[in-house]
């Protein structure tokens, strides 16, 4: 994924260092918003029945840490990625049993197929480093966890 690409995907309003609810559905809701009023999302209630209608298909915790919910949707304008991270961790599915401390949320239009599954593979692969993960829970502000996701995707 180019630096273009991502400067679209994921600018510094939808990067949020406050700590996220601490369960699962509150924790998506929370990003979920954070889309909304960064103005990404057309339509909240269709955006949020696509993302939990994913999450009954299979778990987002894909372990080391890391929870991606994601959905592809009418519900929104443009792909779209949301972080978020929490100190203790969420309860999150994950295929490991630990908790998500690390939370992106990917929403992309209803047919931005492979740009979603371009966005996703390319994310998951920067996160299975423990360099990158560490930096994402050490980061001090907005511009310093994109640099780290720029850096990782590029």
Known sequence: MDESTIDQVLTEDLIVLAEPPANKPDAIEYMLDIA???GRVTDRATALEAVLEREKQ????VGKGIGIPHAK???VRE?????????EGIDFDSMDDQPAKLLFLLLVP???GEEHLSILSSLSRALM???V????????SSAAVRDIIVDALT
């Open 129 to 131: 480093h423990d360099e």
């Open 73 to 75: 949707t009418d519900a």
């Open 36 to 38: 909304v009023e960064a």
């Open 58 to 61: 299979s778990t987002t915790g």
């Open 110 to 112: 209803a047919e931005g």
């Open 133 to 140: 993960r560490e930096d994402l829970l050490a980061a001090d």
């Open 79 to 87: 792909p779209t990625v949301v972080f978020t991270r929490s100190t």
